[in-house]
């Protein structure tokens, strides 16, 4: 089975460091891009940015550029988003999903979500 | 930056009826790169259309997808009771650059 299986829920305090996971299964990791999607309670769906395993290359939505740090380990399958210091507004769901390209071009598998609170 | 707008932002439908979602684009996008994603609460986004009009896997038949340019659509023919939910519509272009729409959801009246 496809999966792609996130880390799980996390509290933190403001101005705490953070890494979250990402783990794909059942598909060779390598040659997908992988993207990471917020979203803030109640909210809509933002991208954040997307990264292709077997190169590391990286592309950051500006919203989120110099924020977060986006990482993956290709030799374990998994995928990475990380905070160097959380803000109470960082508190969202965050999604990873896999982005398959032609003929698709869409983000077709999608992790179970990781829950980031941050509060003091 | 191209900019989706989703209309209506609630739609309030009875279980059988029929649902026309929009999706209006700042600037036009290429019908390739154009997908819809149903969201239910608690639970990740689905892929249901992509490339503006192809269904992905297992999605039933009475979801269908439709547009070019500018105005995409998503039409559901018969809602079914697991059809109420939040859905986005989703372009890229160069870059790569993903933008999301804000949302539909459709209720049940």
């Known amino acids: 089975e496809v999966q792609l299986v996130q880390s799980g829920a996390e509290v933190k305090k403001p101005g705490e460091s953070l890494k979250i996971s990402c783990k794909g299964s059942g598909y060779s990791f390598t040659i997908y891009w992988i993207g990471w999607v917020r979203q803030m309670p109640g909210k809509g769906l933002e991208w954040m940015g997307i990264i292709f395993p077997v190169d590391s290359d990286i592309r950051y939505s500006p919203s989120f550029q110099g924020q977060v740090t986006i990482s993956a380990d290709k030799s374990i399958s998994t995928a990475y988003l990380q905070w160097s210091s959380l803000k109470a507004s960082d508190t969202a769901m965050y999604y990873c999903?896999?982005?398959?390209?032609?003929?698709?071009?869409?983000?077709?598998?999608w992790g179970q979500g990781t829950m980031v609170t941050v509060s003091s | 930056e191209i900019v989706l707008t989703q209309s209506p932002g609630t739609l309030s439908l009875s279980p059988g009826e029929r649902a026309t979602l929009s999706c209006r684009a700042s600037q036009s996008v290429s019908s390739s790169y154009l997908a819809w994603y149903q969201q239910k609460p608690g639970q990740a986004p689905r892929l249901l259309i992509y490339?503006?009009?192809s269904r992905a896997t297992g999605i039933p038949d009475r979801f269908s997808g439709s547009g070019s340019g500018t105005d995409f659509t998503l039409t559901i023919s018969r809602l079914e009771p697991e059809d109420f939910a939040v859905y986005y519509c989703?372009?890229?272009?160069?870059?790569?650059?993903?933008?999301f729409g804000p949302g539909t959801k459709v209720d049940i009246k």
């Open positions: 490339g503006a009009s």
């Open positions: 999903a896999r982005y398959s390209s032609t003929p698709k071009e869409a983000f077709d598998i």
């Open positions: 989703q372009q890229y272009n160069s870059s790569p650059i993903f933008t």
